[in-house]
């Protein structure tokens, strides 16, 4: 494996889809174009982890002023569990320092363990939990971490 991690661009947008809809087959993925669009905003940073030419992984972040809000997260799950996400986080936590960002947010499903999991490892804590945030009994939680 050679994974590096590099700013991601429009022309990408469709496999991040390909890749959300491996990751997140419930419905909840996004679409290539919405990808798309979402990466036209001028306050967005789009990171791609790539095994040599391969895109394996990506992660999204939106950031004004002193914030950020990490806003997608996937990685092919042949991928998974070999620090590819780990590796995106730390090269976003960069480039959001870059920007003169001090707090990153972010929401997770209380299901998804693997992901809080992840949140913890890179310094996240838990700081609010939003109540049916999925649907019923299906809970949001709220993680927060200073830069």
Do not use: C
Request: proline share 1%; glycine share 8%; aromatic share 10%.
């Amino acid at each position: 494996m050679n994974i590096t991690i590099e700013r991601a661009n429009e022309s990408m947008a469709d496999v991040f889809g390909d890749i959300e809809s491996l990751v997140y087959p419930n419905g909840k993925h996004w679409s290539g174009e919405m990808f798309f669009k979402d990466m036209k905003e001028s306050n967005r940073l789009y990171l791609v982890a790539k095994d040599g030419e391969k895109i394996i992984g990506f992660i999204s972040a939106s950031y004004f002023m002193e914030n950020a809000d990490i806003l997608r997260v996937a990685v092919l799950p042949e991928y998974q569990g070999k620090d590819v996400a780990t590796e995106l986080m730390a090269e976003l936590f960069d480039g959001l320092k870059k920007l003169l960002v001090k707090k990153i947010m972010l929401e997770v499903n209380k299901a998804n363990d693997k992901a809080q999991g992840l949140y913890e490892k890179v310094g996240f804590k838990e700081i609010s939990n939003r109540k049916n945030y999925y649907g019923k009994g299906q809970d949001g939680l709220i993680y927060s971490v200073e830069l």
